[in-house]
Nanobody, 117 residues
Framework: QVQLVESGGGLVQAGGSLRLSCAAS????????MGWYRQAPGKQRELVAT???????NHADSVKDRFTISRDNAKNTVYLQMNSLKPEDTAVYYC???????????WGQGTQVTVSS
């Protein structure tokens, strides 16, 4: 089992910045990739960014050049630096860990990000 604990959400004005953190514990040796997803009210959960254990990074087009995912392997923590925030970035942000043995997706509890105009 993998446990994920998120922190760093909050309320910010448009143009501002926030940094989300996600600390993993448990069977972390089984994790191949971690990432962030978000879900706005009335919308489906969507990918924001992912990073593999090998360091391969993928950002959604909607956040490229504004958001940056990174990881600290020593702390088993993944970060999402969010700059130039827009009201449309308002959502609950979920941390995800994808394990490969056995294959399973783990999710954090979610953290609210609200961007005011």
């Amino acid at each position: 089992q993998v446990q994920l604990v998120e922190s760093g959400g909050g309320l910010v004005q448009a143009g501002g910045s926030l940094r989300l953190s996600c600390a993993a514990s448990g069977s972390i040796f089984s994790i191949n990739a971690m990432g962030w997803y978000r879900q706005a009210p009335g919308k489906q959960r969507e990918l924001v960014a992912t990073i593999t254990s090998g360091g391969r990074i993928n950002h959604a087009d909607s956040v490229k050049d504004r958001f940056t995912i990174s990881r600290d392997n020593a702390k088993n923590t993944v970060y999402l630096q969010m700059n130039s925030l827009k009201p449309e970035d308002t959502a609950v942000y979920y941390c995800n860990a994808r394990a490969v043995f056995p294959p399973k997706d783990y999710w954090g509890q979610g953290t609210q990000v609200t961007v005011s105009s």
